[in-house]
């Protein structure tokens, strides 16, 4: 499990999740802006990216599409989750623990009932 790094979540806590993939900051420079997967990447010491490997590929992916077709105040919900310290505990416990197709088929039911209909 990647440690929590406390001093970069607290510099990213009061900037909004913005939709699509950002530049990597300057070395030692909190990012101006970054999507929900870059945060995750960032606050758990990752290098920048928006494909996280402490979590399930099948999640980020997920939250990637969510995050960039919601409106401000679900990127803002989904910040708050994402960043929840036991949460980001919750997202490291699912990098290759070999329950891919299981969430794969979860997230195209949810595609199917919730997504599609709205």
């Keep these: ?23 990597r900051p300057p070395d030692d420079c909190a990012p101006g802006e970054f999507c929900d997967r870059e945060a995750f990447a960032y606050v758990t010491g990752q290098d920048w990216t928006d494909h996280p490997e402490n979590c399930s590929p099948v999640i980020s992916a997920f939250l990637r599409r969510f995050q960039d077709s919601t409106d401000q105040a679900g990127r803002d919900a989904l910040k708050a989750w994402t960043l929840d310290p036991a949460n980001i505990a919750r997202q490291e416990a699912t990098a290759n623990d070999g329950h891919d197709q299981e969430r794969g088929f979860m997230a195209c039911d949810w595609a199917c009932r919730v997504a599609l209909p709205l």
Aim: aromatic share 0%; glycine share 4%; hydrophobic share 45%.
């Design 1 to 23: 499990m990647s440690p929590l790094l406390l001093d970069r979540l607290e510099a990213v806590k009061d900037i909004p999740l913005s939709v699509g993939s950002h530049n």
